[in-house]
């Protein structure tokens, strides 16, 4: 049905009649909008959930810290990635001039993806994560991942060997620099030795783990929700608004701009952490550096609107898109001013930086994806969108939803930042209670979810309009084939003009080299980091019970809320206690040093209080912590230890370099056993139900008895 | 602890050569751009979107 004819017209220039792939492109569409769906409603239970603690509900799947994952992974992989997909099997077509190299890998990409999406969906509520932020899906899905971006990078790039257009447009860079970067990325971050089929440990850890995470962490930001935006910003605004993008000279700056600067930024996450010194500077001067590509892409977009402002009023979709790019340009204004060391020390571990993501995931993402959806789902259903007026209606309520969201983020931010670090005359904390500085800002967590209530309501308008849109829809229209031309190959130009523009190979090399550059000088040290320092001289590993806990902690999701790092901060210190060393976490895998913190920071929770104490907080924190919005974990207390699995957990960690004897390794089970023995008479002594010492609540206390309790100096 | 490590790690070469490179890419990106003759491909190439049909 879609085989191409040939025709030669009268200047016996050689025409093709070609078929589009728009299948694929309308099953990414209605892809992107199911899991929108999803990924909202998570997170408006999630943000109900901080508002109101009893709507956790007691049950374990639904948990604050089991659902947050699956909200990000849900916004960004499921909604964001198919969002991208269906733009760039759309756009990429058209400006190549081909039908996709192949209809095969189209649809393994779509139903592999979906069917990753689907295991996300089902293994995260079930506690099965590695806590790595935006990479929590264990090793089988990891490797399904990489399997599935390979497909969809043979598939692209077949497209680009096999296309007719030799130049290849602004926006088939940013998607040539999206599919390296985020294979490298994945499978760098994904490294590890798995345990069992749903358990595996990073081979990296502590600082080389926190280096090499939030150089995926925050490069999946820039090469996943921002260099692929890009390049659909490129094609369908020009689209949309039928004039060409303002200068073809800054978007080429920009691109290159963007992409060898922000493979840097990373250790901006880890600012006033153990990271060294000469990292932290790093990562803070190529963040500042970002301003420049950052707001050039934002100025190019918005200038291409020059002269056709009048289209706001008469092509309402364009108001997504300017939107868009407003909310794109404070974000790269705001990531690069939260970089700063000492606007970092306020802003990091806060709401503030919930505020800023979501500004850019709503505002920038969500935005330009309904704008790219109310563009193509018209024209790939051969008809008119059903009513303007929803459109209208959907963006300005999610306008002032996205609006709320950012105000009440900030504001909670900024003031838990500023109680946080108060100290007095005297040298003391203003506010030594952290439950103080919760209470402080939950009306405005009550603000956020109205906020992200009314960007649902403007999303279910959306869905109402296209569901309209589409039921009223011719519904057998034939494919129309489309003539192209071979264009760009016997061009006579100036040889060396359109060298770079037109070589897919090489430009892909020259993207790659702009990134391996900044990652290799970044990373390398840290991941040698074992040549200067030799932990076994200063830390003890964890006990085999204590890695239990430990793997239970990850499991329920405490590192969403509680952090383990404690910065050099005056008002830390005070708070906390001393600094934490970059010795320390040398065993952890993965690092535990958080993003954001809910509750305190637990790097030196250890000993602190006695184990009835963490029992009554697990089962009833309302008991230990009157105002406490932390959920209930019941289910601690009923779920067995698994002991048998130890073994294999201590041997994978030995294999890894920590110091475990033989001993301990072969009698795993039998040393975690003794210790949870001791543990449950010690709670039953002080009142604690008896038969304790199996269960999972004995093992995760033995693990929080343990921090900042290894050090042998 | 944290002193001894840094101690090995002020490798200060490392930070100048990344913006070193940096410098010297982004100036051969500008001089790329705004070669002579360029003018005229970008014309063509900024036009791409909106040749390609719906």
Redesign the interface.
Known sequence: MYKEGLQRTASSSLLEEIFYDDEIVKKFLLATMIWAGAAFLFGLIAALQLAYWPLNGNMEWITFGRLRPLHTNAAIFAFAGNAIFAGIYHSSQRLLKTRMFSDLLSKIHFWGWQLIILSAAITLPLGYSQSKEYAELEWPIDVAIAVVWVIFGINFFGTLKKRREKHMYVAIWFYIATIITVGVLHIVNSIEIPVTLFKSYPVYAGIQDALVQWWYGHNAVAFFLTTPFLGLMYYYIPKAANRPVYSYRLSIIHFWALVFIYIWAGPHHLLYTSLPEWAQTLGMIFSVMLWAPSWGGMINGLLTLKGSWHLLRTEPLIKFFVAALTFYGMSTFEGPLLSIKSISALGHYTDWIVGHVHAGALGWNGFLSFGMIYYLVPRLWNTELYSKKLLENHFWIGLVGVILYYISMVVAGITQGLMWLAVDGQGNLVYPDFIETVVRIIPLYWVRAIGGLLFVVGFILMCWNIFKTIQLAPKKVEQKPVVVERTGYGEIYNAAHRKLEGMGLTFSVLTFLAIAVGSFIEIYPTLSLHKYVEPNSFVEPYTPLELAGRDLYIKEGCYVCHSQQIRPIASEVLRYGPASTVAESMYDRPFQWGSKRTGPDLARLGKRYPNLWHYNHMVDPRAVTPKSIMPSYPWLVDKNTDFLVLRKKLSVMEQLGVPYAQDVIANADIHAQKQAQEIAADLEANGAPKGLAKKEIVALIAYLQALGQKGKN | ??Q???K?????H??A???V??FL??AG??A???????K???????????K???
Request: hydrophobic letters at 50%.
């Open positions: 602890m944290k001894e490590a840094l090995y790690f002020t490798d200060t490392l930070t050569m990344g913006l490179i940096f890419f982004f990106v500008v790329w751009v705004y070669r002579k003759h360029s005229e491909i970008y014309a063509h190439l900024e036009q791409l979107p909106l390609g049909g719906e």
